[in-house]
Each structure stands twice: as C-alpha cells, then as structure tokens.
C-alpha cells in the first residue's frame, strides 16, 4: 500500500535527480566550452590575474 508519505518521499528524490542532472549538464557544458577556448588559443580576458606583473616599476 502506497501512502502520502512515500508519494511525497519519492517526488522529492526525484525533484532532487532531476536537479542534480540539470546541473551536471550545465557543468559538462561549461567544461566543453572551457576546453574548446582552451583549444582555440583565444586569449584570456579576465581582468585578474596577479597585478604585480602588470607594473612595469619592481617593488
């Protein structure tokens, strides 16, 4: 017999697959975008990186 409790119970673990699945594929697209950036040689524009290489007076 099936009562509210297991219903919910299972909803739940399948909410929290479905949630786990969406965003193992968002990771799994973001690491084959990174590869394929990577594979072009585009260059890196992100603003940080270690500032003290950008000065051109050593401290």
Do not use: F
Request: proline fraction near 3%.
């Amino acid at each position: 017999m099936i009562t509210k409790d297991s219903k919910t119970h299972a909803t739940t673990q399948d909410q929290r697959k479905a949630r786990l699945a969406a965003e193992l594929r968002a990771n799994l697209l973001k690491r084959k975008a990174q590869a394929r950036s990577r594979r072009t040689g585009a260059a890196d524009e992100r603003p940080d990186g270690i500032a003290a290489a950008d000065k051109d007076d050593p401290a």
